[in-house]
């Protein structure tokens, strides 16, 4: 199977690149990759698979499966892009494009890895006349929307059996360790607008109440356990004149912890900050749960088995021209910046 599977791949592989480049090419925001889906998923019917799309009512959510019998192998495909995170390709400065969206993890490769992986697999139960069934997963809003738990929660995983995905990473390694649980919460502040200058007492600033749930939130981090992280946006300010009280404002934020016991035990917390900060400013908090995700759970036996397999496929040669463009990325790195950088990298055993 892995001589099939490895040929079946350098057979496809400008396939599979050209496939890639069109995702790279056209980024998009969590939820919003209306063009990315469309295009894997006619990618996934024009090779053979049964594709059912608009999944969990997501409209940029699909599967695309082939066989009816036998265990079912999924393989989960991301596709979505980062906002301010775009460059021109083969470059080594910041060159950033218009918009400047891109795919600053890579999810253009690990959708089309997915795919890739999918296709190589019922191309091989083809070939072998073998029971099984096979489901590309298209998985939006990994990018700050965990797009998968709003798919599991309407049970379009429900019959899978094993599940596979990757990610871009410094090294070929299998994950072993554990993720954070995490929660993404808008809390939105109204109060009442006044002309600064004038009647500043009539007015209650939403503003005011968003820096004062800051502030509260900064003071918090030291009382919380130390593996956990509170990060925030401020996204709408209330406007851009200083001299009118901002009647609405809204901050973002992503409460992360080993467990999801804890960033609960964070998250209710937050709430008691973020009340604190409207009965101050006499203002209103309207509290709006965006998602929510679990710490990853190991599966030590599909771990043992990816493990044993990429052991035996090997890292593969890169060639000449990829040496380097490494080599011009590693010199844009300061001495400090490469040891940061190769630090993490010792528990896989590189130095």
């Known amino acids: 199977m892995k001589n099939f599977v490895s040929d079946y791949l350098k057979e496809h592989e400008s396939y599979f690149k050209e496939v890639s480049a069109y995702i790279f090419n056209h980024p998009e925001t969590r939820f919003e990759e209306y063009d990315s889906a469309r295009f894997l998923a006619d990618e996934c019917e024009r090779q053979g698979f049964t ?28 596709f979505d892009a980062l906002s301010g995170l775009s460059q021109k390709p083969g470059e080594t400065s910041y060159q950033p494009m ?7 993890c890579g999810h253009n490769l690990l959708g089309t890895g997915a795919f890739a992986a999918a296709c190589a697999a019922k191309a091989y139960l083809e070939e072998n006349d073998l029971p099984g069934r096979v489901t590309f997963y298209g998985c939006p809003g990994e990018e700050g929307g965990s797009g998968k738990t709003f798919m599991v929660r309407e049970g379009v995983f429900d019959d899978v059996d094993a599940a596979l995905t990757w990610h871009p ?19 939105r502040f109204r109060g009442k607008s006044a002309h600064a200058a004038n009647t500043p007492h009539l007015g209650r600033s939403a503003l005011d109440a968003v820096e004062l749930m800051n502030v509260g939130a900064n003071y918090l981090r030291e009382h919380i356990v130390s593996e956990a992280r509170m990060h925030y946006a401020v996204t709408n300010s209330g406007g851009i004149s200083p001299n009118v009280v ?45 998602k929510g995700c679990s710490n990853y759970v190991s599966n030590r036996h599909l771990e043992s088995m990816l493990h044993k397999n990429l052991t035996e496929a090997g890292p593969g040669e890169p060639a000449q021209d990829e040496k380097d463009f490494a080599r011009k990325l590693w010199n844009t790195l300061s001495e400090s910046e490469q040891q940061n950088y190769l630090a993490p990298l010792s528990g896989f055993g590189y130095t």
């Open 246 to 290: 901002q009647a609405n404002a809204e901050v973002l934020y992503l409460i992360r912890a080993p467990r999801v016991d804890q960033v609960e035990e964070i998250y209710q917390r937050l709430i008691k900050v973020a009340k604190g900060a409207a009965m101050m400013t006499e203002t209103e908090v309207e509290i709006d749960f965006d």
């Open 98 to 104: 218009e918009p400047d969206i891109g795919h600053g």
């Open 169 to 187: 990473s410094p090294v070929n390694a299998i994950m072993d360790l554990s993720t954070l649980a995490n929660y993404q919460v808008y809390f």
């Open 51 to 78: 594709v059912k799309r608009n999944v969990a009512d997501i409209e940029t959510a699909f599967t695309a499966s082939y066989g009816t019998e036998g265990p079912e192998i999924a393989f989960l495909g991301e």
